[in-house]
């Protein structure tokens, strides 16, 4: 679960950051490297980098609904998972709503 919430982070920020990167010519983002490697437009390298994203973030919440018992971890287990969709979460609002570094 945690490589997971790694991935989406990683792979949110370059869906949002593609402008920006675009004008640093930075080669490192999940948007222009598969736009490079498809010979795809940029529309549907973003629709790529969206689905890998939603994959993972698909993945994340069938391990969350069908772990296994932690017996006296449980709460640990619940804790971590909450936390890491608070952080998500808080991912998504830093790019929509708490800043305007991407806008």
């Known amino acids: 679960m945690r490589q997971l919430v790694?991935?989406?982070m990683a792979w949110y920020n370059d869906i949002y950051s593609v402008?920006?990167?675009l004008l640093k010519n930075e080669?490192?983002?999940?948007?222009?490297v598969i736009r490079q490697e498809q010979h795809c437009t940029l529309e549907e390298a973003y629709a790529e980098a969206i689905r890998i994203h939603?994959?993972?973030l698909n993945e994340f919440i069938k391990i969350k609904h069908s772990r296994p018992g932690f017996g006296a971890y449980n709460k640990d287990v619940d804790r971590f998972i909450t936390n890491a969709e608070l952080f998500l979460?808080?991912?998504v609002l830093w790019y929509t709503?708490?800043?305007?570094?991407?806008?």
């Open 54 to 56: 939603d994959a993972d």
């Open 19 to 21: 402008k920006k990167d």
């Open 97 to 103: 709503k708490g800043t305007q570094r991407y806008d």
């Open 27 to 32: 080669a490192m983002n999940l948007v222009l």
């Open 89 to 91: 979460k808080g991912q």
């Open 6 to 8: 790694v991935r989406m």
